[in-house]
DNA sequence: TCTATTGCGTTACATTATAACGTAAACTAC
DNA sequence: GTAGTTTACGTTATAATGTAACGCAATAGA
């Protein structure tokens, strides 16, 4: 086990975690070219991989997006709420939901390897403000 | 209403229809390149964006995609299951499905606006072939 | 130490998507 | 029908997202 790849792939992490919401992938590189001047796109893009691998970050499809991985227990099928209001990304477990879906393409002969449940409206924090625009 | 942008948007939709699977826009750029030689990406995003409104064009969020919509029903929220061996892509209406996420969301107070709901695997037709590589 | 592996930096490029602007078509009113 | 308005088009340019390929350097294992 290489430990090479985990300086860059915890600066990474550490970046997406201490934005509650989504960041592209050039963000985060705008944000390691403080310490790291010369960074690249590739370097970002392998770390964030490892990353997506291991289960601490995930992808949001719908953003072309990152976020790091704030469930307590790191399920590998969950719904993913993004305010977009305030860029917030919430991830709900729901095997009911799951089990749901299953029965669903089963009965299709489908074969599931890979769930993307990402839902966009406007989380509680934003709802409840008063939209004095 | 301006029947303008139509001959367009029709164009782009036979594209779509012609194949069963999911195209980029590009690949659609590159079809209508035939009958319009000096067709421009802005063109075609603004037919598909037009379509994506109408529901006669769903996009495909984990493929940065677009794929002819083929349920019989228009419904605003459907599974896409995604053939990740013959790229074909199915839709299924599943309202219950609906009910329970919109349960799970509701306890959190998310007010959900649009969802994503793409499954990736393999297919019956695909599943069911022998896999002699 | 020697060697194999792995991931890094770098360059270049591919893919996906939009901004901005002038023009032409279609619609509206007169 | 013609003037004014709207709308989408074509065009150019560029932004945003993502990867291929290559040589090198660091680590691991013998």
């Not at 001047?37 to 690249?40: E, S």
């Given at each position: 086990m290489s430990t090479r790849g985990e300086i860059m792939q915890s600066k990474v992490l550490a970046v997406l975690k201490r934005e509650g919401s989504a960041l592209s992938a050039y963000d985060v590189l705008d944000q390691l070219r403080h310490e790291y001047?010369?960074?690249?796109p590739p370097t970002v893009y392998r770390a964030l991989h490892a990353l997506i691998e291991k289960g601490g970050v995930h992808r949001v499809e719908s953003l072309n997006a990152f976020v790091a991985c704030n469930s307590t227990s790191h399920e590998h099928a969950l719904i993913m709420s993004i305010c977009d209001d305030c860029g917030s990304v919430e991830e709900n477990a729901a095997p009911e939901l799951m089990d749901n879906l299953a029965g669903i393409l089963g009965k299709t002969g489908f074969d599931a390897h890979r769930h993307v449940i990402e839902v966009h409206g406007v989380c509680s924090t934003c709802g409840s403000e008063d939209s004095t625009s």
């Open positions: 001047p010369k960074i690249a």
